[in-house]
């Protein structure tokens, strides 16, 4: 099971993935980071932990569906068979989810459906100041042809006090990621693992 994992930021979900996959805490094989901003410091953490990286930009591709299909072919050259997004900050296009069919799992930093798309934290946030809203969460599902609108594997909610900031809860947030991620994963990869196993 090759598995590839597509960041676009800090990467602190991927070094956290990266360093189960090495210790064998989560099955299969981190065979690739992907990046789509190649100063992402996500690189940076790749390459500390020997994992092999690409990064290419979809200004460089000359255009989205250029881009996505060079990121096919890549994936495919790499015979990667199960994607993780971990703070990948673009739509996943269809032709990518039609060739990895349950097999592309994301992070979303909220208790899903609130919250679908970009900003996730900072809205919480504003809705706490504004409405007194008093906890939000992180979502593991899987990709599907809509904005985090897959089918839900695991959530946990994540509380807002009064006395935090933007800041705070984004690191309370991270810390429930840090968790929840790799723990549904290592559930995820294991039954499939196990079902490949049973079919032959």
């Known amino acids: 099971m090759k598995v590839a994992i597509l960041a676009s930021g800090n990467g602190t979900n991927f070094q956290v993935l990266a360093e189960k ?5 989560i099955p299969g094989e981190l065979s690739l980071l992907f990046c789509d901003h190649p100063e992402a410091y996500v690189v ?5 932990l020997g ?20 990121l096919l072919e890549l994936l495919k050259a790499k015979q990667i068979d199960f994607l993780i997004l971990a703070g990948y900050m673009r739509i996943i296009g269809p032709e990518i989810v039609r060739a990895f069919p349950n097999a592309i799992v994301n992070l979303h930093p909220a208790y899903l459906p609130e919250y679908q798309g970009l900003h996730a934290i900072e809205r919480a946030f504003e809705d706490h100041l504004k409405n007194g809203r008093t906890e939000t969460g992180v979502t593991v ?3 599907d042809f809509g904005l985090d609108s897959g089918p839900i594997i695991a959530q946990r909610h994540v509380p807002i006090f009064d006395e935090d900031t933007a800041a705070s809860l984004e690191e309370r947030i991270h810390r429930c990621e840090h968790l929840l991620f790799p723990q549904t994963l290592k559930r995820v990869l294991e ?5 490949e196993k049973g079919s032959f």
Do not use: D, I, L, M
């Open 21 to 25: 996959f090495q210790a064998g805490e």
């Open 44 to 48: 940076k953490r790749a390459e500390k």
């Open 51 to 70: 994992v092999e990286h690409t990064s290419f930009t979809v200004k460089e591709c000359g255009g989205k569906q250029a881009y996505e299909q060079r």
């Open 141 to 143: 599902h899987y990709v």
């Open 191 to 195: 039954s499939k693992v196990a079902n």
